[in-house]
């Protein structure tokens, strides 16, 4: 899940605190707006450092630089087609389960975070080509 589609639970948790701080609905609604459009920027800033990165590394002379994040993607099709599909069909399901139950959480999250930061990039990268298209328009 993406960060815009958080923004209306983090500010609607955020509802209640700033009615507690802030009476006036006029005052508080002006709050939200500035807090939202901060969160935002904070987010678009982010993005773009994303795609930054995401376009350095295609433009790399380095065969590896260039290659690595498709090469993640076939990796991790490649794992799910194993384990989903081809282990059960060859009755090696229960096997391949438990050699990936030995697999040490560290390692688990330093991959979900690195794949899931590149598709956090590319979904921003195609948000942000699409809000400079609109704009030129």
């Given amino acids: 899940m993406g960060f815009l589609a ?4 983090l500010l609607g948790a ?3 605190i700033l009615q507690k701080a802030i ?3 006029g005052q508080r ?10 969160l935002l920027d904070g ?6 450092a994303m795609a930054d990165v995401m376009k350095a590394d295609a433009a790399s002379e380095s065969a590896l630089t260039r290659n690595a994040r498709p090469i993640t993607v076939l990796w991790a099709l490649a794992m799910i087609t194993w384990v989903g599909v081809l282990a059960p069909l ?9 050699a990936l139950a030995g697999v040490p959480d560290s390692l688990w ?7 899931g930061a590149y598709m956090a ?4 990268d195609k948000f942000i080509e699409a809000k400079v298209t609109d704009a030129k328009r």
Wanted: glycine share 6%; net charge negative.
């Fill in 23 to 25: 009476p006036d609905e």
């Fill in 14 to 16: 955020l509802g209640p």
């Fill in 43 to 48: 987010q678009s800033d982010l993005a773009r």
């Fill in 29 to 38: 609604m002006q709050a939200q707006a500035e807090l939202q459009k901060a």
């Fill in 121 to 124: 990039a590319r979904t921003a």
């Fill in 109 to 115: 999250s330093l991959l979900t975070v690195g794949i």
């Fill in 6 to 9: 958080i923004l209306p639970a």
């Fill in 90 to 98: 060859l009755g090696l399901q229960a096997e391949v389960v438990r």
